[in-house]
């Protein structure tokens, strides 16, 4: 991309790669697109219920530790977790992670402690965090062992749809060619680009 947009000006690659960097740098310095600190994530006192999710990005296949970025199907992936407020369907926060992370897994990392007093719903990804978060909201996972009841069947799809603006939030996201297609920058600016853009969501959600 970064090649054909040099061809198509008629200037060094870097050139363009210097260009970007300033417009992120300059978005992020500004401070219209900062999301929420740690120390003010739970202190807003209407905040009852959040939405958490993860998504996965494909990027191109490393050439050291492919395992950990494995997801399958022949693609290497990053993953991004979102905490949004159901409420306001502003995004609270972001936490990165390989392809290779479970779900669960990944927020264990990132060492987000969510309040008992504030709900969460989820989706399957996230069995057992109820151990972590007991106001968590999963639907239930059926197994050889467990069949769904009919009450189970008839719930799953209600928690569902509770959900559905985190997934909105994840369709806006993709509708950044970046993470849409195939990654092909650095990882190092990968978080950085994904904060940025969830910034900038709550900036245009808000306006």
């Known amino acids: ?7 198509d000006y008629g200037v060094h690659k870097g050139t363009i790669c210097d260009a970007i960097h300033w417009a992120e740098e300059t978005l992020i310095k500004s401070g219209r697109f900062r999301l929420p600190s740690k120390r003010e994530l739970w202190r807003n006192p209407e905040l009852e219920v959040v939405l958490l999710d993860a998504t996965e990005c494909e990027i191109e296949r490393p050439e050291k530790k492919q395992r950990q970025y494995y997801f399958g199907k022949k693609r290497h992936t990053m993953k991004i977790q979102i905490i949004a407020d159901k409420k306001t369907r502003n995004i609270l926060c972001v936490f990165f992670g390989t392809g290779r992370t479970h779900d669960f897994q990944l927020y264990k990392n990132s060492k987000t402690h969510m309040p008992d ?15 972590l978060h007991a106001n968590s909201t999963i639907p239930v996972k059926a197994s050889k062992n467990h069949k769904l009841t009919k009450e189970e069947k008839k719930l799953n799809p209600e928690i569902s749809k509770r959900r559905i603006e985190i997934e ?7 509708r950044f060619h970046i993470f849409s297609y195939r990654y092909r920058n ?16 709550n900036f245009q959600h808000a306006s």
């Open 1 to 7: 991309m970064i090649e054909c947009v040099a061809f």
């Open 186 to 201: 650095k990882r190092k600016r990968f978080a950085l680009r994904a904060s940025l853009i969830c910034g900038i969501y």
């Open 168 to 174: 909105h939030i994840n369709r806006y996201i993709k």
């Open 117 to 131: 007093k504030i709900e969460s719903v989820e989706d399957k990804g996230f069995q057992g965090l109820q151990k």
